[in-house]
């Protein structure tokens, strides 16, 4: 099967192009796009690898959905274009890195600035029906980027994952810490903000460990 996807994805991947079960999900999105409203556009649902190719990963954020509501998902987890008012989350996710990290809060919530510099942005599902959370979960995405994250945690080395809620924190169980950093708290979420993701240090915690890894560290 020809996926349109970044090219050092496409050969990390290769076994999930020929999948049953990369079939059947192909075939469940192709139908959900041509008769409901689904997020992100067709064109944007491998954004988040096409932003960030496999060789170039330092630091991988998994998110859970797309956003559902018009104009706000762009195919990277927690990111919403210039101009579009930023999610309850992704204001939480931004007052961290400036408690954190001194850096002002941003007037975009577009997160390409991160992906450019080796954030792999990925949500477990990577796509949604409008208004309807959740509408493609158990489809067959989880499998597709399980992968992804296997074949990171197996073929480099040195990357930092950062596990927001229990969902991303199942999803990365099998990390080897031994080889990566492994970072956990409670999600950005307003619901769960202030049980520990507030305070956490995530992003000093990970450019320290960049840097000490002879990575440049993010400008986040």
Not at 31 to 58: G, H, L, M, N, W
Not at 137 to 151: K, L, N, Y
Not at 189 to 209: E, K, V
Request: charged share 20%.
């Amino acid at each position: 099967m020809n996926v349109k996807i970044e090219e050092s994805w496409k050969r990390a991947l290769a076994a999930q192009w020929e999948s049953e079960g990369f079939r059947r999900l192909t075939d469940f999105v192709r139908s959900e796009y041509a008769t409901r409203q689904v997020f992100p556009p067709a064109s944007r649902i491998f954004a988040a690898f096409d932003a960030c190719p496999f060789d170039e990963v330092k630091v991988v954020i998994l998110g859970q959905d797309p956003y559902h509501d018009v104009g706000q998902a762009t195919g990277m987890c927690f990111s919403v274009a210039d101009g579009v008012p930023m999610p309850p989350s992704l204001v939480n996710i931004f007052r961290e890195v400036s408690s954190d990290t001194g850096a002002p809060m941003p007037s975009s919530g577009d997160l390409g600035r991160w992906a450019g510099q080796g954030v792999l942005l990925l949500n477990a599902t990577l796509t949604v029906r409008a208004h309807c959370p959740a509408s493609h979960a158990g489809m067959g995405w989880e499998e597709f980027t399980d992968e992804a994250v296997r074949r990171l945690n197996a073929d480099r080395s040195g990357l930092v994952f950062m596990l927001w809620g229990s969902h991303a924190q199942r999803k990365g169980a099998f990390i080897d810490r031994s080889r990566h950093l492994v970072l956990s708290s409670p999600h950005p979420s307003p619901l769960s903000a202030y049980r520990g993701f507030f305070g956490n240090h995530h992003f000093s915690l990970a450019n320290d460990w960049l840097v000490k890894h002879g990575q440049a560290p993010i400008k986040w």
